[in-house]
């Protein structure tokens, strides 16, 4: 079965702009949960959507948007992008069901110059 | 807050054993587990503990000790493929969110 698909897998911004994240997670799954990482500081959490409603949510700034449709796509959004948003962003899908089992796509690798 | 510790680096030759720990502090704890993250790629989830013990799946084996917060990850007849980012994940109780640890980067020599 089809894996976790993020697009664009690569992409360069300026300082400023906005940009969105799309995530199509494994069919079936109704989670999906960001993640933002960065060298040397692991998975830092951003949110999780479940059945199209925001379940969880870290501590990131109101900048870091995100939502689900009801096909369970999810995209995420950053506005008013900082050098310090540069990372691999990366996105997890699951049944929702706490087996500690996350399936993640090979994630976004944002560049803000 | 949540913090989990592992070590940040990790050098084992090739055929050899080697066992990445992982301490956490939380506030709720439901299970370990563990991820490989090869350098460019996506990680991939290896092992799950929620209850005491020992829990073998190949070459990979994963232990948590609930009372002492703690786990570790055995990898047995390290191949140069097993070089990757190693993560330890907390999750807490009920639908709440994994918390990552920050890796440890093992370097499999020959």
């Known amino acids: 079965k089809a894996g976790v698909t993020q697009t664009p897998r690569y992409l360069i911004k300026t300082r400023g702009q906005q940009v969105t994240l799309s995530c199509s997670p494994i069919?079936?799954?109704?989670?999906v949960s960001w993640y933002q990482q960065t060298p040397g500081q692991g998975l830092q959490f951003l949110f999780e959507y479940f059945s199209e409603t925001q379940r969880n949510k870290g501590n990131f700034p109101g900048r870091f948007s995100g939502r689900q449709f009801s096909n369970s796509r999810s995209e995420m959004n950053v506005s008013t992008l900082e050098l310090g948003d540069s990372a691999l962003y990366l996105c997890?899908?699951?049944?929702?069901?706490?087996?500690?089992?996350?399936?993640f796509g090979e994630g976004s690798r944002l560049t803000v110059l | 807050g949540q913090s989990l510790e592992q070590p940040s680096e990790v050098t084992a030759v090739e055929g050899a054993i080697v066992q990445i720990n992982c301490t956490y502090q939380t506030s709720g704890f439901y299970g370990l587990s563990w991820y490989q993250q090869h350098d460019g790629g996506a990680p991939t989830f290896l092992s799950y503990?929620?209850?005491?013990g020992l829990e073998e799946t190949g070459r990979f084996s994963s232990f948590l000790s609930r009372s002492d917060s703690y786990g570790y990850l055995l990898l047995q007849e390290l191949q140069m493929k097993d070089s990757a980012s190693y993560f330890c994940?907390?999750?807490?109780?009920?639908?709440?969110?994994?918390?990552f640890g920050k890796g440890t980067r093992l370097s499999v020599i020959a």
């Open positions: 997890a899908s699951s049944k929702g069901t706490n087996t500690g089992e996350l399936f």
């Open positions: 503990n929620a209850l005491d």
């Open positions: 069919s079936g799954h109704r989670s």
């Open positions: 994940a907390v999750s807490l109780s009920g639908n709440t969110p994994l918390v």
